[in-house]
């Protein structure tokens, strides 16, 4: 199997765009998917598929890949955007659920 | 509405054992993967093991290989795991998951969590 590597953390201005990334050797050949997790709460799906966004969550959150980098994009942030967001693969090889190591988004 | 409840997380000892259920309602049970995940105290998410709807498919993480078993009560909606030989490194909160689908196909991802339930191995 294989790592997704994820920045720990990031602090972002109110308004401005936050961008987090997720590496991984066999990224561009899974599609990723991206929680996002308040504390004390469960994990929620923010993205799906690589840039799909499921039912209730705003157009500020979109998704994107190149290559074996996947990216969560968080346009005009809020103070309730604060939360850790994951990365995740399901390899298809080992058949196993994959995280990333999740990153901590900090509004200034 | 869709929603899977957590129960059995407490407290034990290194090597006792624990069984852990989840109940799902809302959803045709038996069209979908259900799966834990946990997260250790101030830690990431961890995947633990999933189950096949209709067909039982079983996978575990490395880390609990041999220790836990992951079943299923279709008559009743629940998933169960079963952690035994448990170790300081198991705590952790646990979450039941549905993988994404539907009858006869599925998505690589999980949509819908549990608030999870606590299980805490120390001497």
């Known amino acids: 199997s294989f790592v997704l590597t994820q920045p720990s953390s990031l602090s972002v201005a109110p308004g401005q765009t936050a961008t987090i990334a997720c590496a991984g050797e066999?990224?561009?050949?899974?599609?990723v998917h991206w929680y996002q997790q308040k504390p004390g709460q469960a994990p929620v799906l923010v993205v799906s598929?690589?840039?799909g966004r499921p039912s209730g969550i705003p157009e500020r959150f979109s998704g994107s890949k190149s290559g074996n980098t996947a990216t969560l994009t968080i346009s005009r942030v809020a103070a309730g955007d604060e939360a850790d967001y994951y990365c995740?693969?399901?390899?298809?090889?080992?058949?196993?659920?994959?995280f990333g190591g999740g990153t901590k988004l900090s509004v200034l | 509405q869709v929603q899977v409840v957590e129960s059995g997380g407490g407290s034990v000892k290194p090597g006792g054992s624990l069984r852990l259920s989840c109940l799902a309602s809302g959803f045709t049970f038996t069209d979908y993967y259900m799966a834990w995940i946990r997260q250790a105290p101030g830690k990431g998410l961890e995947w633990v093991s999933f189950i096949g709807g209709k067909d039982n498919y079983i996978n575990y993480a490395d880390s609990v290989k041999g220790r836990f078993t992951i079943s299923r009560d279709n008559a009743n909606n629940l998933v169960i795991l079963q952690m035994n030989s448990l170790r300081a490194e198991d705590t952790a909160v646990y979450y039941c998951?549905?993988?994404?689908?539907?009858?006869?196909?599925?998505?690589?991802?999980?949509?819908?969590w549990g608030k999870g339930t606590a299980v805490t191995v120390s001497s």
């Open positions: 995740q693969v399901w390899d298809n090889t080992s058949d196993r659920v994959l």
């Open positions: 598929n690589n840039g």
């Open positions: 066999n990224v561009g050949r899974e599609s």
């Open positions: 998951v549905r993988r994404a689908g539907g009858s006869g196909f599925y998505y690589y991802y999980m949509d819908v």
